[in-house]
């Protein structure tokens, strides 16, 4: 069993930045990849950025390439997430997820196996 919780969104003005955390519990956080995904008001979850087991391995979605960069500290438990250059459209409840079957970087949701409760972002125009 393994236990999530994010942190770190709030409101900010488009063009600002925010980094998330995501503090992992519950197994050795350096067994598996981790993910950050995204849903906004009316719209479906969506894929945001992954990384592998050690960092080596990272993924994005286009949007937010050049923009975004997700890390990890596996002395702490912890993803990051670091949000540069925000735009109204990042609006978002913002998840952190784990893939405890694989080692490299996924993207699609069904692969996940445990979830966060999600922290809202708003960027404001």
């Known amino acids: 069993q393994v236990q999530l919780v994010e942190s770190g969104g709030g409101l900010v003005q488009a063009g600002g930045s925010l980094r998330l955390s995501c503090a992992a519990s519950g197994a050795t956080f350096s067994n598996y990849a981790m993910g950050w995904f995204r849903q906004a008001p009316g719209k479906e979850r969506e894929f945001v950025a992954a990384?592998?087991?050690?960092?080596?391995?990272?993924y994005y979605t286009d949007s937010v390439k050049g923009r975004f960069a997700i890390s990890r500290d596996n002395a702490k438990n912890t993803v990051y997430l670091q949000m540069n250059s925000l735009k109204p459209e990042d609006t978002a409840v913002y998840y952190c997820?784990?893939?405890?079957?694989?080692?490299?970087?996924?993207?699609?949701?069904?692969?996940?196996?445990?979830w966060g409760q999600g922290t809202q972002v708003t960027v404001s125009s």
């Open positions: 990384i592998s087991t050690y960092g080596v391995s990272t």
């Open positions: 997820a784990a893939d405890l079957r694989a080692s490299g970087a996924r993207v699609a949701e069904h692969e996940y196996d445990y």
